[in-house]
Nanobody, 128 residues
């Protein structure tokens, strides 16, 4: 079994910052691509950013423009099997449940297998 656990969500005011963390645990052989997704009320889940095991990043178009301003930054620590999302200058439209996703190679009962794992999600609320 492999689990992803998000942390760092909170209620913050516009303009403030948060850093989300996603820690993978279990019988892990290797964690490949990891990503952050979010789902706002009444909307479909959307990708925010993704990062490969060698640090190549990809941001969704809606977030990428914001990244140019330095609002969102994805990173990971492979030694800790942990991914981060630094979110700066948060806006009310960033309010959402943020989910962690990872492609993981893990030991199963009799073999090694690849699996796509999701965290349970964590709430980020930006409100004055």
């Amino acid at each position: 079994q492999v689990q992803l656990e998000e942390s760092g969500g909170d209620l913050v005011r516009p303009g403030e910052s948060l850093r989300l963390s996603c820690a993978a645990s279990g019988n892990i052989v290797h964690v490949n691509n990891m990503g952050w997704y979010r789902q706002s009320p009444g909307k479909e889940r959307e990708m925010v950013a993704a990062i490969s095991s060698d640090g190549i990043t990809n941001y969704s178009p809606s977030v990428k423009d914001s990244f140019v301003e330095g609002r969102f930054l994805i990173s990971r620590d492979n030694a800790k099997n942990t991914m981060y999302l630094q979110m700066n200058d948060l806006k009310p439209e960033d309010t959402a449940v943020y989910y962690c996703n990872a492609a993981v190679v893990a030991y199963s009962a009799h073999s090694i297998e690849g699996m796509d794992v999701w965290g349970k999600g964590i709430l980020v609320t930006v409100s004055s």
